[in-house]
């Protein structure tokens, strides 16, 4: 992001800089025209660094760091048959419930599900540190599979290194893979996209489908007069079919993320992509706003 505002914040000085020199007045009268709009950019640049600037009062805190790590621990398969050291320091310090539950819906997610005396301990501290009125909300999280006790066939580990959902050497800097959205974590939703874009698209995933929750079908539609795709040069005199590029439309039931949203943005933002991604779904939601919505705390007495 730094990169990207010093290189806008040089262009913009760069721009303004241009009326200093000898200018005719046809030139005067374009640079008169392009002002209001250079001074807009110029505003929006400043409240970009103003907003950049107060990300990075929080994600170089301590506190965001451990919990950043912990998440990672958890994608890259470290010690997910164990209680976290991590999670039992923010049910001591009772960090908010709804930071403790993601950490812990996620470790089930990762390990598929927990072994029965580390869920009941987790149970346990949560009741015992923040009262039992929330009993409720572990279980509205068992009815929904977030939290569940481990099964025999550990889906996560299988899934993770046949689609590559971690890619630990990523740049953040100059990305080339979606991984980037979550520094080590790719979102499944953009790796199956990504797959789906390809020549063969989900048949080579045949091994990949029946690990995944729910059914799974693959069909082509050819739809006459095909939209063309925005931002290709010669989108007005072409149709997606002329070009040979694709429009494919993921549709979020539940909803998702704006991490999800980026990923699909990089795939079809790719020189050798030849795919337009339409993104539908029923609601924006990130971590905290997903567990929050399964929270039901009885009224405390």
């Given at each position: 992001?730094?990169?990207?505002?010093?290189?806008?914040?040089?262009?913009?000085?760069?721009?303004?800089?241009?009326?200093?020199?000898?200018?005719?007045?046809?030139?005067?009268?374009?640079?008169?025209?392009?002002?209001?709009?250079?001074?807009?950019?110029?505003?929006?640049?400043?409240?970009?660094?103003?907003?950049?600037?107060m990300i990075k009062e929080v994600t170089d805190t301590d506190q965001f760091m451990d919990f950043l790590d912990c998440q990672q621990e958890m994608m890259l398969c470290v010690d997910t048959d164990k209680v976290q050291p991590y999670i039992e320091d923010c049910i001591a310090h009772k960090e908010p419930l709804v930071k403790v539950l993601r950490l812990i819906c996620m470790q089930s997610a990762t390990n598929?599900?927990?072994?029965?005396?580390?869920?009941?301990?987790?149970?346990?501290?949560?009741?015992?540190?923040?009262?039992?009125?929330?009993?409720?909300?572990?279980?509205?999280?068992?009815?929904?599979?977030?939290?569940?006790?481990?099964?025999?066939?550990?889906?996560?580990?299988?899934?993770?290194?046949?689609?590559?959902?971690?890619v630990e050497d990523g740049s953040e800097v100059a990305p080339t893979d979606v991984s980037y959205v979550h520094s080590v974590y790719a979102p499944l939703s953009a790796r199956l996209a990504q797959h789906l874009a390809r020549a063969g698209g989900w048949r080579g995933l045949a091994d990949v489908l029946p690990l995944l929750p729910g059914p799974?079908?693959?069909?082509?539609?050819?739809?006459?007069?095909?939209?063309?795709?925005?931002?290709?040069?010669?989108?007005?005199?072409?149709?997606?079919?002329?070009?040979?590029?694709?429009?494919?439309?993921?549709?979020?039931?539940?909803?998702?993320?704006?991490?999800e949203i980026s990923a699909l943005r990089f795939l079809s933002q790719q020189p050798d992509s030849n795919v337009e991604f339409l993104i539908a779904t029923t609601k924006l939601?990130?971590?905290?706003?997903?567990?929050?919505?399964?929270?039901?705390?009885?009224p405390q007495v």
């Open positions: 992001v730094g990169a990207a505002l010093s290189r806008k914040a040089k262009l913009i000085s760069s721009q303004l800089e241009e009326r200093r020199g000898e200018k005719t007045i046809q030139e005067m009268k374009q640079f008169v025209a392009r002002l209001p709009h250079m001074l807009a950019t110029k505003k929006s640049l400043a409240t970009h660094t103003t907003i950049a600037e598929s599900g927990l072994k029965p005396k580390v869920l009941d301990y987790y149970k346990r501290e949560i009741v015992q540190a923040y009262g039992f009125h929330h009993l409720l909300t572990l279980i509205n999280l068992e009815k929904a599979g977030l939290l569940k006790v481990q099964e025999r066939q550990r889906v996560y580990p299988v899934v993770r290194k046949l689609l590559r959902l971690t799974s079908f693959e069909e082509t539609q050819t739809i006459p007069g095909q939209p063309t795709r925005r931002g290709s040069i010669d989108s007005k005199h072409s149709t997606a079919s002329d070009t040979g590029s694709k429009v494919i439309l993921v549709f979020f039931l539940g909803g998702c993320t704006f991490a939601i990130n971590g905290n706003s997903f567990i929050e919505s399964l929270m039901e705390p009885l």
